[in-house]
């Protein structure tokens, strides 16, 4: 009797299986390589990879992985829905308020009070639009190393409310509603707020940069305080050479932090057909971006207006910005800046897909978010909010 013969495959050596592996961008092609058999597995484990591209969430609950556009579906608990993230965590709120981020990946979780008490709301209903949207959240340090890192929450309503909370995971949030104008003239509205340096740092809507001191009271309570505010150049309103003066364009602002610099990214939004009386904002895409470096040696501080990102390749959304070199991940552009399609009323954005892409800084150009060979998933509504995720682990 013969004996069974193993397999040619699993013969590979291990270090062509890391050259395989390395051209595989895509952790679900990763994961399947892996499972071919058993000393593929076992190999693989021992490679040293780079991480898996971003994940990006879609609205019926599935994420979608890029840029293959294969969908993944990976259950969270109870009737909780995405409503942001933070690097590899998702932000879910239950429907009786309770927040929580958890690991898709290792399923840790970290309890946050709720936040919908900063409303002084009851409950949180994520399918009605007149309740306010947990816009953005941010770390003062990664999660993965410092679970007891500090979380702000940016939250914008629809009647143009924002307020900035702070809090630890289990401790009571402290939030400062800023369209009151508490402390200070005139009322503020965020776009967008990071971390930057230790400090916090918002947007707000006219292009000013606040700086918020987070500090405690004599009861070791956290507590917030907006002070300096930088001066917008003269310019940053200009719009980009090639765009037409005669339009009319939406500018939606991220800030984020890129190789020890914080970056305001603007971003332009042309209504292709202006005399049109659809509301859904179908017609609507993206024409160009621009990209600001916000100088904080001078008195008052400046934006200053830079051309090209060099290796860096920025991911921006209004839940979740973030920068990498392009040698990190394999199939990154350098110089590049991903977007997705993140400005609708959750009533229209059945698809996050509509108005993505890459837009290439040195030439303006914008190419498809998905590869060619992608098949376009189709798009269902939901309760989730679209926001990358970025895989840590990489396979």
């Given at each position: 009797?013969?004996?069974?013969?193993?397999?040619?495959?699993?013969?590979?050596?291990?270090?062509?299986?890391?050259?395989?592996?390395?051209?595989?961008?895509?952790?679900?092609?990763?994961?399947?390589?892996?499972?071919?058999?058993?000393?593929?597995?076992?190999?693989?484990?021992?490679?040293?990879?780079?991480?898996?591209?971003?994940?990006?969430?879609?609205?019926?609950?599935?994420?979608?992985?890029?840029?293959?556009?294969?969908?993944?579906?990976?259950?969270?608990?109870?009737?909780?829905?995405?409503?942001?993230?933070?690097?590899?965590?998702?932000?879910?709120?239950?429907?009786?308020?309770?927040?929580?981020?958890?690991?898709?990946?290792?399923?840790?979780?970290?309890?946050?009070?709720?936040?919908?008490?900063?409303?002084?709301?009851?409950?949180?209903?994520?399918?009605?639009?007149?309740?306010?949207?947990?816009?953005?959240?941010?770390?003062?340090?990664?999660?993965?190393?410092?679970?007891?890192?500090?979380?702000?929450?940016?939250?914008?309503?629809?009647?143009?409310?924002?307020?900035?909370?702070?809090?630890?995971?289990?401790?009571?949030p402290v939030a400062t509603n800023l369209s009151r104008g508490k402390g200070?003239?005139?009322?503020?509205?965020?776009?967008?707020?990071?971390?930057?340096?230790?400090?916090?740092?918002?947007?707000?809507?006219?292009?000013?940069?606040?700086?918020?001191?987070?500090?405690?009271?004599?009861?070791?309570?956290?507590?917030?305080?907006?002070?300096?505010?930088?001066?917008?150049?003269?310019?940053?309103?200009?719009?980009?050479?090639?765009?037409?003066?005669?339009?009319?364009?939406?500018?939606?602002?991220?800030?984020?932090?890129?190789?020890?610099?914080?970056?305001?990214?603007?971003?332009?939004?042309?209504?292709?057909?202006?005399c049109s009386r659809s509301i859904s904002f179908e017609h609507h895409r993206?024409?160009?971006?621009?990209?600001?470096?916000?100088?904080?040696?001078?008195?008052?501080?400046?934006?200053?207006?830079?051309?090209?990102?060099?290796?860096?390749?920025?991911?921006?959304?209004?839940?979740?910005?973030?920068?990498?070199?392009?040698?990190?991940?394999?199939?990154?552009?350098?110089?590049?800046?991903?977007?997705?399609?993140?400005?609708?009323?959750?009533?229209?954005?059945?698809?996050?897909?509509?108005?993505?892409?890459?837009?290439?800084?040195?030439?303006?150009?914008?190419?498809?978010?998905?590869?060619?060979?992608?098949?376009?998933?189709?798009?269902?509504?939901?309760?989730?909010?679209?926001?990358?995720?970025?895989?840590?682990?990489?396979?």
């Amino acid at each position: 009797m013969k004996a069974a013969r193993s397999s040619p495959w699993s013969d590979i050596p291990p270090e062509i299986l890391g050259l395989l592996l390395e051209r595989l961008p895509s952790l679900p092609d990763r994961v399947r390589l892996r499972a071919v058999c058993h000393p593929w597995r076992s190999n693989a484990k021992l490679q040293s990879l780079p991480p898996p591209l971003p994940w990006l969430t879609l609205l019926n609950g599935t994420i979608l992985s890029i840029p293959d556009g294969k969908i993944i579906r990976m259950p969270v608990p109870g009737d909780a829905c995405c409503c942001g993230s933070i690097d590899n965590w998702l932000f879910l709120v239950q429907n009786d308020g309770g927040c929580s981020l958890m690991n898709p990946f290792s399923k840790a979780t970290l309890d946050l009070p709720k936040l919908a008490t900063v409303w002084r709301r009851d409950r949180f209903n994520a399918s009605e639009r007149s309740n306010p949207l947990f816009y953005k959240l941010v770390v003062s340090s990664p999660l993965d190393s410092s679970p007891e890192s500090l979380v702000a929450v940016l939250i914008l309503d629809d009647g143009n409310s924002s307020t900035i909370c702070i809090c630890q995971p289990a401790q009571p949030p402290v939030a400062t509603n800023l369209s009151r104008g508490k402390g200070m003239e005139p009322s503020l509205y965020l776009a967008d707020v990071a971390f930057f340096n230790g400090k916090l740092y918002g947007v707000a809507f006219g292009n000013e940069l606040i700086i918020f001191e987070i500090g405690y009271d004599l009861g070791s309570k956290l507590k917030i305080s907006a002070t300096e505010r930088i001066n917008s150049v003269d310019d940053l309103w200009d719009l980009p050479q090639y765009l037409s003066s005669e339009e009319v364009y939406i500018e939606r602002e991220y800030l984020v932090q890129c190789c020890g610099r914080l970056l305001q990214v603007k971003r332009f939004i042309h209504n292709d057909r202006p005399c049109s009386r659809s509301i859904s904002f179908e017609h609507h895409r993206t024409v160009a971006f621009e990209v600001f470096e916000a100088d904080l040696s001078t008195n008052p501080g400046q934006w200053r207006r830079i051309n090209k990102l060099g290796s860096q390749a920025l991911f921006v959304g209004k839940h979740c910005s973030k920068s990498f070199t392009s040698e990190e991940y394999n199939g990154v552009q350098a110089d590049c800046i991903y977007f997705m399609c993140d400005y609708l009323p959750p009533v229209y954005a059945v698809n996050p897909l509509r108005d993505s892409g890459v837009c290439n800084m040195r030439n303006g150009m914008i190419t498809p978010l998905l590869s060619q060979t992608a098949a376009v998933p189709q798009h269902h509504g939901g309760n989730w909010r679209p926001t990358w995720i970025f895989p840590s682990d990489p396979i």
